[in-house]
């Protein structure tokens, strides 16, 4: 079977049907080339960090079954400090980043 999305026959690899950053397991054997795979590897990775914050909230496991961390902006009542953030961990815990002023 040739590559699914350019028609090509050298250096097929195995394609995942479902991004395996999303958790997706099953592949397809010799789906695609690897240029092509090198391509949607690329664009899957940047979806990845835009849908990071839905992943966590949905608690969406990757390949290896864990839940992404979320960068979060974070605020304390009462102190007066601008751009402090943290990363929101699946279990709702919020560890603040090291800031220097």
């Not at 350019?6 to 997706?24: I, Q, R, W, Y």
């Not at 690897?34 to 949905?58: D, M, P, Q, V, Y």
Request: aromatic share 6%; glycine share 10%; proline share 4%.
């Amino acid at each position: 079977m040739p590559c699914m999305f350019c028609g090509s026959e050298d250096n097929l690899t195995s394609e995942h049907v479902f991004p395996a950053f999303m958790g997706g397991e099953l592949e397809v054997s010799d789906g695609s080339c690897s240029r092509c795979n090198g391509e949607f590897a690329a664009w899957e990775g940047e979806i990845k960090k835009e849908t990071a914050l839905l992943l966590h909230l949905l608690q969406i496991k990757n390949r290896y079954g864990e839940v992404p961390k979320a960068k979060v902006d974070v605020k304390i009542r009462g102190m007066e400090v601008e751009g402090l953030s943290g990363l929101r961990e699946p279990d709702g815990t919020i560890n603040l980043q090291n800031k220097v002023q």
